[in-house]
């Protein structure tokens, strides 16, 4: 299912949820500690720890790292016709010249049943958009349960 889904996804050019969620975290950081981002230009580390980190960010003193940890689209629980978005993202800022964590926040969002759910060819017609949205919303509910506990312990 996953090869499938990843097709799917790069069909349709869905792009991942995590990187709109880095942005803005890491712009709501900056101005809330007073911190200057550095660009990024696009680079993405796709190491596991501290130093794949510090060695993608040469310079900077803090990493804000952010992963999708679990997206996928799937029939609702108990109505097996109409789909969701379940979307799970992993935020942690590190400070990278002393090698340790400052914070870490999780979030999972697990589609719900509603009324307006769509069906398998709803959720892709029209180059996806409906998936598109779902997985939008579902990256904003989690920005928005993250973003407090970053803030709270990033000081």
Not at 53 to 79: C, H, N, Q
Not at 96 to 102: E, F, K, P, Y
Not at 115 to 140: F, H, Q, V, W
Request: some cysteine; glycine content about 6%; aromatic content about 6%.
């Amino acid at each position: 299912m996953t090869k499938e889904g990843n097709a799917i996804l790069q069909m349709h050019h869905v792009d991942d949820p995590a990187v709109a969620i880095g942005h803005s975290l890491g712009d709501k950081i900056a101005a809330n500690d007073h911190l200057m981002i550095k660009d990024a230009a696009g680079v993405q580390s796709t190491g596991l720890y501290l130093h794949d980190l510090a060695k993608a960010y040469p310079g900077s003193s803090e990493v804000l790292d952010v992963r999708t940890t679990v997206w996928a689209f799937m029939y609702l629980p108990f109505d097996f016709s109409h789909y969701g978005v379940q979307y799970g993202v992993e935020a942690t800022l590190l400070d990278v010249q002393s090698h340790r964590l400052l914070v870490s926040a999780k979030c999972l969002h697990d589609p719900k049943r509603s009324d307006g759910a769509p069906t398998y060819d709803e959720l892709l017609e029209n180059d996806a958009a409906r998936l598109k949205i779902m997985s939008t919303k579902a990256a904003e509910h989690c920005m928005a349960e993250i973003l407090p506990q970053l803030l709270r312990k990033a000081k």
